[in-house]
């Protein structure tokens, strides 16, 4: 009788350590998984209209360049104020200006030319070709960059909603693949990404063009500027776990 205790005791101890045994194997399975990628393509309207506006000034020496060009930036910026148009200094440069002279054969110094540029944004091309206008007729004042942009408050939330349908794509290409096996996708094992944004910008560096041509931007039958949505693009490469 002690003996078939012992015997199925045994058996039961046998069981329970081959139990153990396979929860152990089953533990240090590795998880099986499916790497694919995932993509979003989309728009973005421009809400922005922008220029940038150049003020030269040449001189005899440093301090009066340097001098001119202020002031007569200080009275662009004066202006802009008043028009409550935001604006951004850019560069500021002063240098020795040359020029070659063919009948000399040698480099000749014309002066110390200082270089102001401020960026002029606004809600609307209407104000730009505003500030065009005002300026057009004043001395040592330059326009170029006019272009049409999507602020980056009104292309967060439309770049984070195409991140949300890539990684949605990226599921779908992993259950299609794995419907073959009978299996879907779980959890996210890893994932990256990456955007790219497009403006589609043209140059227009000549002020005199404003009314032909601006950035980013086509026109209409009645000839009005219409902008061009900006392009953005999002791609991810997601790891899921295979159920």
Do not use: H
Not at 13 to 26: H, N, S
Not at 92 to 108: A, D, H, P
Not at 126 to 131: D, F, L
């Amino acid at each position: 009788m002690k003996k078939a205790f012992v015997l199925v005791g045994g058996i039961f101890l046998t069981c329970a350590i081959v139990a153990l045994m396979c929860g152990a194997f089953d533990r240090n399975a590795p998880i099986k998984t499916i790497a694919v990628n995932g993509e979003c393509l989309t728009t973005a309207p421009k809400d922005k209209t922008a220029i940038t506006l150049r003020v030269t000034t040449l001189a005899n020496n440093a301090a009066e360049s340097v001098r001119n060009a202020t002031e007569q930036m200080s009275q662009i910026t004066e202006y802009l104020k008043s028009q409550n148009i935001s604006s951004q200094t850019t560069q500021f440069n002063s240098y020795e200006k040359t020029e070659w002279n063919r009948e000399e054969q040698k480099s000749v110094t014309l002066g110390i030319e200082t270089s102001i540029a401020v960026e002029v944004s606004a809600n609307n091309i209407e104000t730009i070709e505003n500030v065009l206008a005002y300026f057009a007729d004043k001395p040592n004042v330059f326009s170029e960059n006019l272009r049409m942009y999507t602020s980056p408050e009104v292309l967060k939330p439309i770049t984070e909603k195409c991140l949300t349908i890539a990684v949605e794509n990226a599921r779908e290409r992993a259950n299609a693949l794995a419907a073959g096996d009978n299996k879907r996708a779980g959890k996210i094992i890893n994932i990256s990404f990456g955007t790219s944004v497009a403006e589609n910008i043209p140059n227009t560096p000549s002020l005199m063009r404003v009314k032909s041509t601006a950035m980013g931007a086509a026109f209409d039958a009645s000839g009005a500027i219409v902008a061009k949505d900006t392009d953005v693009a999002v791609s991810v490469n997601a790891i899921f776990e295979i159920k």
